[in-house]
């Protein structure tokens, strides 16, 4: 049975307040394509399209939503190895609903959509060069880290960051905090975005 033929009502009448709002949520996003942010709660394997993939796995109270590996990044052709996912965990991200299994009480999402709209409305609001912009740690490594910039990812390494020498970034910046960071280059016609962290030192979060 299509999630479109399912009785919600039926299903739904005997949930608490708190779970009733986190279907919502999920009928919403997979209905209008609606963004969620939520935080990654870890890494599963599945089999999803007949093949067994790694997900990102956000649970924000009980239901377990699913972001395939090709789900996850902007150029779907452009997949890092399963180790970069599992340094998501505990990072903030965006998803779009794209799947529900209300049966099995899970959701499958899309992150890459979530890019695309960011992108999108990063354009519109007509950013130049030398502007401060919020951006998210998405993974923090030993020599590189991820950071995502309403809807663009980049690899960093420590000479991005900082201006002093860091042996280990993950003992100056972790995963799932908010930082800024400053525009050096930007063509919106080209989709074509460079940003440094270390040209607004110190580094800190925001609220």
């Keep these: ?3 479109n033929d399912l009785d919600l009502r039926e299903l739904d009448k005997d949930l608490s307040p708190k779970e009733k709002e986190e279907w919502n949520d999920i009928y919403s996003s997979y209905r209008g394509s609606s963004i969620l942010t939520k935080r990654v709660s ?10 067994s993939v790694s997900c990102l796995v956000s649970i924000d109270y009980r239901v377990k939503v ?3 590996a090709g789900e996850v990044w902007y150029d779907k052709s452009a997949q890092r190895p399963d180790y970069v996912l599992k340094s998501m965990s505990g990072a903030e991200i965006d998803y779009v609903i794209i799947g529900i299994d209300r049966i099995g009480e899970y ?3 899309s992150r890459r959509l979530a890019l695309e709209s960011r992108r999108r409305a990063f354009k519109k609001q007509r ?5 401060i912009v919020p951006c998210r740690m998405i993974a923090s490594g030993r020599s590189r880290c991820i ?3 309403s809807g663009y990812d980049f690899t960093l390494s420590q000479k991005d960051m900082s201006y002093c020498m860091i042996t280990d970034l993950r003992s100056e910046f972790f995963t799932g905090e908010r930082y800024k960071a400053k525009i050096m280059e930007y063509e919106p016609a080209s989709d074509h975005l460079v940003i440094s962290m270390k040209e607004v030192e110190p580094p800190h979060t925001t609220a």
Excluded: C, Q, R, T
Excluded at 42 to 51: A, F, L, T
């Design 127 to 131: 950013h130049n060069v030398g502007d």
């Design 147 to 149: 950071v995502e910039v």
């Design 42 to 51: 870890g890494v599963d394997s599945i089999k999803y399209e007949g093949n």
């Design 1 to 3: 049975m299509s999630f």
């Design 66 to 68: 699913l972001i395939p």
């Design 107 to 109: 959701a499958i999402a």
